[in-house]
C-alpha cells in the first residue's frame, strides 16, 4: 500500500481507547471461545492485549515483536518477527492481539509465526480493523472504511515528533514553528496549540533530527 504525502489522522483518547477494548473484549466473550494464551504483538499491541486480559480476567499474557510500521507512518519493506516468542504455545488456543490492521502484514507475519510453533488454534483480535487491510481479524470493536493514520495514546508524543520531522524534511528552506504547525494541519490534520508545538520542535532538535537558528527550524541532513 502506498502511502501519500498527505493524509488524516485521528488521534484516540485514552476514554476512547478503553471504550474500544472493552467492546473487544465482549465480542471475543461472547462468540463462546477462550483463549489459553494471550500474546501481544509489540509495540501497538502490548497496552491493548494488557486491558483485554483484564476484562477477560486472564492472567497469561506473553508478546512478540514485529516490525513493519516505523513513526509517523513511516512503512518498512516487510514485516519481520524480531523479539521470539519464549514458552511453549503446543496444542493451546492463542489470541494474538494488536492495536490495528493497516495493510495486514503485521498480523499475517504474527499468525505465520504462531501457526509454526504448533498451537492448537490461533484467532486474532484488534481495536480497529481497516477494510483496505488484506487480513481479517477474527474480532474488532470497529470497522474503518476509510484509511487514515490512527494515533493511540500510548504514542502520541512519539508520532508527533515523527510527522514534525516529515514537515520539515518535505521543505527546502527553513521554516517557522507556526508555518510547521499550519502544515501539520493542512497535511495530517493534526492541531497543535504553540505550546505543545514548541515541545515537539524540542524534541526533533534533541534528537538530531533538526536545527533551529533563531525561529527557524530545518531538516538535519547530515
Given at each position: ?7 488524516p489522522c485521528v488521534l484516540v483518547t485514552w476514554n476512547e481507547f478503553y471504550d474500544l477494548a472493552r467492546t473487544l473484549s465482549r465480542e471475543i466473550k461472547a462468540s463462546g ?41 513511516q512503512k518498512r519493506d516487510h514485516a519481520v518477527v524480531c523479539f521470539p516468542l519464549a514458552t511453549d504455545v503446543s496444542g ?131
Amino acid at each position: 500500500m502506498m502511502i501519500p504525502d498527505s493524509f488524516p489522522c485521528v488521534l484516540v483518547t485514552w476514554n476512547e481507547f478503553y471504550d474500544l477494548a472493552r467492546t473487544l473484549s465482549r465480542e471475543i466473550k461472547a462468540s463462546g471461545w477462550r483463549p489459553d494464551l494471550v500474546v501481544a504483538i509489540g509495540r501497538g499491541g502490548y497496552v491493548p492485549a494488557r486491558v483485554v486480559c483484564d476484562f477477560l480476567v486472564h492472567d497469561r499474557l506473553t508478546s512478540i515483536k514485529v516490525e513493519h510500521w516505523g513513526i509517523a507512518a513511516q512503512k518498512r519493506d516487510h514485516a519481520v518477527v524480531c523479539f521470539p516468542l519464549a514458552t511453549d504455545v503446543s496444542g493451546e488456543r492463542v489470541l494474538i492481539v494488536d492495536d490495528v490492521t493497516d495493510t495486514g502484514e503485521t498480523l499475517a507475519a504474527a499468525v505465520g509465526y504462531i501457526e509454526g510453533l504448533g498451537p492448537g488454534e490461533v484467532r486474532t483480535a484488534v481495536l480497529q480493523h481497516k477494510t483496505s487491510s488484506a487480513f481479517n481479524p477474527d474480532y474488532s470493536a470497529e470497522v474503518l472504511a476509510d484509511w487514515r493514520w490512527i494515533i493511540y495514546p500510548w504514542a502520541v508524543h512519539e508520532d508527533l515528533v515523527g510527522f514534525a520531522e516529515r514537515v520539515l524534511a518535505a521543505s527546502k528552506d527553513p521554516i517557522s514553528q507556526d508555518q510547521i504547525r499550519s502544515d501539520l494541519k493542512g497535511r495530517f490534520e493534526i492541531d497543535l496549540d504553540e505550546e505543545e508545538m514548541a515541545e515537539i520542535l524540542q524534541e526533533v532538535v534533541s534528537l538530531g533530527k533538526g536545527r533551529c537558528s533563531g525561529s527557524l527550524y530545518r531538516a538535519d541532513r547530515s
